[in-house]
Each structure stands twice: as structure tokens, then as C-alpha cells.
């Protein structure tokens, strides 16, 4: 073998997918009994392959049908990802422009939005308040576009459109509502012509699409799933995931009224990643430029970067972006590493409600990629990049256990005692904090545990700039004190994780 054809191997990645001695398989399954979720699809791609799509448990626990390739999940803020691509299609065909103004395509909106453009819409830097806040918004029902304005039209702006950003699903209502006026067409068939069909996804729709696809209705009979032996259309079927509440209620389906362009779409794990790699060439958004729009950091006036857009985050570590969320019932996950060395995406599909990928995702694309490993033991340690710099990360972390009443003991500022030691360090700080309610109790069942106590978190920033957070994984902490069962562990690793999620500005 020739040293060429060695490096295009390593590029196209190694049979053994596994990371720091755990199997893909085993992540997911540990992450899934971690988390309790009933059913989930992962899609991998190393572009231009989706080399890995594979189901774990139930997509439908009461109707017991297994998550597979083919399962419809609706994928929440991915949809946003869809709106945004309907807008620059329009904006390259040279039906609107990025500058056009509310005033311009909605006449007779409140005064207070006419100067908002298509551009501060995308970006959601528009200070629109959202209209899914407040009591009456129920996301099962139908809905018109003047009942969801009449929502919000009389509310102040939040602050002065393009000063700052906060995620509305208003935003993305008005832009779906721009999409039909200079399309000529609903917002539905504009995306379903230009993404859906263009591409031949054929286990993508909206939710009032469903019922085109067949799958056996085993709701009402004990002999489950026969009817594939006799149409050949239900071998392999794709069906549609459930989501039950822990009383046992089904999830209500979200009516795509309800969230346009913000959480209308469904779609299987692998028609994600064909959309995604659509997207990431010039298949969907033809101009670099013009996709830069969409999946690149801007700069608000003050000149601070703004590293998110039309729902999706960036990093700095090999390129990475990701955009994620839930809709009532389930969460969604997609991540790019957009290395020119290594391309490669993570798509996770679940049926519960509120799980964050974050940390698994990239772990799994460690699997597949050698460059994308964190450099750091994720084993031993949870770890997480963050959006923002060290000292504003710090500041969030202090603001967020100041909010819990959760008290600071110490702040050890490990490059400034470099700095007076004459040594050098990249921004390095570590936060001491704990409650001794909690960690008393942990005590008195080994007091030896003392020296683990009480909790810190470190952040830090990498030679490329990276910003990451992390702390020592808590039920590896506590194994080597027997103490992996103690019920605090997982209360203790979870407020963890939603501390270093909100520190780095992880949403």
C-alpha cells in the first residue's frame, strides 16, 4: 500500500469505532439508562458517506415498535435550520433581500417592528418577544398566523433590533410568513419542493404529512405486525415515534401551525444527515457566501461576536456547530465538525423531552475521528466546550450558583498565579462551591470522601482557542469510595451538567 492511499484511509476512518475503550453502542445504551429515554436513532456521517444509521430501543414503547433508520422524529430546532435554507433559496433567486423590512412584506404590524429585516429575523436579533411565553399557547392545536401575532404585538420589545440576540420562536414565524408571500406558494410546499423533494427524502414530511407513510396499525390487535408478509410496502416501514409521560400519556403531536419554521419538521436520523451534507456544499444554498449567512459567528454593533444563527451554536474545536433543542416529547441533536481534514456529523433523535447531546456527541464522533477527541480523558472527566472566553464563562458560572444560592469557597485563578510566579498559562480558572447539607451526607456514609470535596468546576482555555469546561464524571468519583449507588450521585451529576451548560452558553 502506498502512503497515498494510507492517508485516504485514515481520512475515510477506522472499522474500530470506538472511543477511549467504549464502543459507540455501549455510550449510547449507558447515555439511555442514564437519561431513561425509551428510543433513539443515530445517524453518523464522514462525508460524503452516512456510514453508520442504527436504532436503539423503542421509537413506541406502548405499540413496542423499535426504533430503526426509517423512524419519523420530529426534530425540533433542526426545523429552523430548514426556514433559513427556504429564505436564502428565495434571497438567491432574488425574490427578497436580507435588508427587506417587515414593513415592507407584513404591512400592518406594530410600528415598534417595521424596521426589523429578514437578516435580524434569521439571526434572532430582533428583541421579539416570544410568542410561545404566557398562558394560553397550547402547541397541540391549530393555529393561525394573525392569532400567534396577536400574541406578542402588544408586547415591548425586549431591546432594540440587532443590539442583541435571543432566541423567539417569533422570529421564525414571521420569516415562514415572508417565505409564502415572495414564494407564492404555502410555507409547506415551498420547503417540501425545494428541500424535501429536491433531495428525495423520503422519511421527511411535516406533521400533517404522517399518515402518507405506511406503517401498520397495531394499536388494536395482539397480533403485532403482520400485515408486512402481505404489502410490501410496510417491510421496513417507516413509522412515526410515540412519547409517554411517566403516567403512562402519550405526548400530544405538535401542530406544525403551532411551531412554523421553529419546530414543524419530522424526519428519520439519516435524512437529517442527507440534508445536512446538502447543506454544508452548495446542494441546498448554492454561494459560500451566501451559506455563511446561516452557520457563521457575526458581530453585533458593540462588536462583541455573536457565535449562534437561525438556532445554530459554533465552536472553535475543528470547526464544530451544532443546533438542538426539544419540542414537547422529544429532543433533537445535529453537529458539523466542519474540519476540511475531517467532516463529520452526529444527527441523535430521541423520545424524551429535555436531553441535552451535547457531551455524547462529541464523544461519538470521537469515534469515528481521531482529530475530533477532546485531547482530554472523557472517561474520567464530563466535558464540554464552551461559546464564550474564560473570564466571561467564569462570570456566568458565579452568576448561576449565586441564582441557586449555591455558595462560592474559592476562586483559583491559575494563570494570574503564573503570571506573578513569571511563568506562563492560558486562561485556566477553577470555581470551589457546594452545599454542606449535601456533601454532610455524602461524609457520613465515608468520611475519606473529604478529600473530593467540596465540588469545583475548572475552565480553561486550549492552544486553538477552544474554551472547555469540565469536572470529574461523579459516579467514577464516588466508585472509588463504594459510593456509585448513593442517590445524591446522579443529582450531583446533573446539576453539574446544567451548570456547565449554562456557564458556557450550551442551550
Known amino acids: 500500500m502506498n502512503t497515498r492511499e494510507h492517508d485516504t484511509m485514515k481520512l475515510r476512518g477506522s472499522a474500530d469505532t470506538s472511543y477511549l475503550g467504549q464502543t459507540v453502542d455501549q455510550m449510547v445504551w449507558e447515555f439511555m439508562k442514564k437519561e431513561q429515554i425509551d428510543g433513539l436513532t443515530l445517524a453518523i456521517?464522514?462525508?460524503?458517506?452516512?456510514?453508520?444509521?442504527?436504532?436503539?430501543?423503542?421509537?413506541?414503547?406502548k405499540q413496542r415498535r423499535l426504533a430503526s433508520p426509517n423512524?419519523?422524529?420530529?426534530?425540533?430546532?433542526?426545523?429552523q435550520a430548514f426556514a433559513a435554507v427556504a429564505v436564502m433559496q428565495l434571497y438567491e433567486?432574488?425574490?427578497?433581500?436580507?435588508?427587506?423590512?417587515?414593513?415592507?412584506?407584513?404591512?400592518?404590524?406594530?410600528?415598534?417592528?417595521?424596521?426589523?429585516?429578514v437578516l435580524q429575523l434569521l439571526r434572532h436579533a430582533t428583541g421579539l418577544p416570544d410568542y410561545r411565553w404566557g398562558e394560553g399557547f397550547d402547541p397541540a392545536r391549530p393555529w393561525s398566523f394573525d392569532e400567534l401575532v396577536e400574541r406578542v404585538k402588544g408586547a415591548?420589545?425586549?431591546?432594540?433590533?440587532?443590539t442583541d440576540v435571543e432566541q423567539s420562536a417569533t422570529n421564525f414565524l414571521l420569516l415562514t410568513e415572508i417565505v409564502?408571500?415572495?414564494?407564492?406558494?404555502?410555507?409547506?410546499?415551498?420547503?417540501?419542493?425545494?428541500?424535501?423533494?429536491?433531495?428525495?427524502?423520503?422519511?421527511t414530511g411535516f406533521a400533517e404529512d404522517l399518515d402518507n407513510f405506511a406503517h401498520e396499525d397495531v394499536s388494536t390487535t395482539g397480533n403485532l405486525h403482520q400485515r408486512f408478509k402481505l404489502e410490501k410496502l410496510l417491510i421496513d416501514p417507516t413509522e412515526p415515534a410515540a412519547s409517554y409521560n411517566e403516567a403512562g400519556e402519550a405526548a400530544p403531536r405538535a401542530d406544525s401551525s403551532a411551531l412554523r419554521g421553529f419546530g414543524d419538521i419530522w424526519a428519520s436520523a439519516q435524512d437529517v444527515s442527507y440534508w445536512d451534507i446538502g447543506l454544508a456544499g452548495g446542494v441546498l444554498i448554492h454561494k459560500p457566501e451566501h451559506r455563511a449567512?446561516?452557520?457563521?459567528?457575526?458581530?453585533?454593533?458593540?462588536?462583541?461576536?455573536?457565535?449562534?444563527?437561525?438556532g445554530w451554536q459554533f465552536y472553535k474545536h475543528r470547526g464544530l456547530m451544532d443546533i438542538k433543542g426539544s419540542v414537547p416529547g422529544y429532543s433533537a441533536f445535529l453537529s458539523r465538525f466542519t474540519d476540511a481534514a475531517e467532516l463529520v456529523c452526529v444527527t441523535l433523535l430521541a423520545n424524551?423531552?429535555?436531553?441535552?447531546?451535547?457531551?455524547?456527541?462529541?464523544?461519538?464522533?470521537g469515534a469515528f475521528g481521531d482529530l475530533l477527541s477532546t485531547n482530554y480523558d472523557d472517561n474520567k472527566l464530563y466535558l464540554l466546550e464552551g461559546q464564550l472566553p474564560v473570564e466571561?464563562?467564569?462570570?456566568?458560572?458565579?452568576?448561576?450558583?449565586?441564582?441557586?444560592?449555591?455558595?462560592?469557597?474559592?476562586?483559583?485563578?491559575?494563570?494570574?498565579?503564573?503570571?506573578?510566579?513569571?511563568?506562563?498559562?492560558?486562561?485556566?480558572?477553577?470555581?470551589?462551591?457546594?452545599?454542606?447539607?449535601?456533601g454532610t451526607g455524602l461524609m457520613q456514609a465515608d468520611q475519606s470522601i473529604a478529600l473530593e470535596l467540596p465540588l469545583r468546576i475548572a475552565i480553561w482555555q486550549d492552544g486553538a482557542g477552544s474554551t472547555w469546561l469540565g469536572f470529574p464524571r461523579m459516579e467514577r468519583l464516588a466508585a472509588d469510595y463504594g459510593l456509585q449507588d448513593h442517590p445524591v450521585i446522579p443529582k450531583l451529576q446533573r446539576l453539574l451538567e446544567e451548570l456547565v451548560r449554562r456557564a458556557g452558553g450550551v442551550y
Open 392 to 438: 466571561d464563562t467564569v462570570q456566568r458560572l458565579e452568576r448561576e450558583l449565586a441564582k441557586r444560592r449555591i455558595p462560592v469557597f474559592a476562586k483559583f485563578d491559575h494563570a494570574r498565579n503564573a503570571r506573578e510566579a513569571g511563568l506562563e498559562l492560558r486562561p485556566t480558572t477553577v470555581l470551589v462551591f457546594g452545599s454542606p447539607k449535601v
Open 93 to 117: 433567486d432574488g425574490a427578497l433581500g436580507l435588508e427587506d423590512t417587515l414593513e415592507h412584506w407584513l404591512p400592518g404590524v406594530p410600528a415598534a417592528w417595521n424596521g426589523i429585516t
Open 352 to 365: 424524551k423531552e429535555g436531553v441535552d447531546f451535547t457531551n455524547l456527541g462529541r464523544r461519538i464522533a
Open 45 to 61: 456521517v464522514q462525508a460524503p458517506y452516512i456510514p453508520r444509521v442504527v436504532g436503539y430501543g423503542l421509537a413506541d414503547a
Open 180 to 203: 409564502e408571500r415572495a414564494a407564492g406558494q404555502s410555507y409547506h410546499d415551498f420547503v417540501t419542493e425545494r428541500q424535501i423533494r429536491f433531495l428525495g427524502l423520503r422519511h
Open 71 to 79: 423512524t419519523l422524529w420530529p426534530v425540533g430546532p433542526i426545523s
Open 156 to 162: 415591548a420589545l425586549r431591546f432594540a433590533p440587532g
Open 293 to 310: 449567512m446561516v452557520y457563521a459567528p457575526w458581530q453585533l454593533p458593540d462588536g462583541h461576536t455573536v457565535p449562534a444563527v437561525a
